[in-house]
């Protein structure tokens, strides 16, 4: 059974950086699309960003354009998010997730993702 496990989350002050890790068990990340997710009390998941599946390609929501980064190391089988210029509105938990089929594309849909992690808290507050 395929597993998921996010780390890096945190406190940190606005305008400060974090990188959260999203490591798969079970499964390959390879030729998969992954894609992060993010949850504040009282809103909905929110899509925050989708590596491809084999072009590489990255997808940003627009709140984040500009200060987020995901890779992929696939020799350790594990997908990143670099967060910069962080701000108070960033404090949310993020998911990783993937998709099962092996050459699917991104997308913002979460239902359409198979695989979830448990999530990791990240705090932006001074």
Known sequence: QGQLVESGGGLV???????LS???SGFTLD?????????????????VSC???????TYYGDS????FTISRDNAKNTVYLQMNSLKPEDTAVYYCAARRNVLSLCTESASRYDYWGQGTQVTISS
């Open 51 to 57: 590596i491809g599946s084999t072009d590489g390609n």
């Open 22 to 24: 999203c490591a798969a």
């Open 13 to 19: 002050q606005p305008g400060g950086s974090l990188r």
């Open 31 to 47: 030729y998969r699309a992954i894609g992060w997710f993010r949850q504040a009390p009282g809103k909905e998941r929110e899509w």
């Open 64 to 67: 984040v354009k500009g200060r």
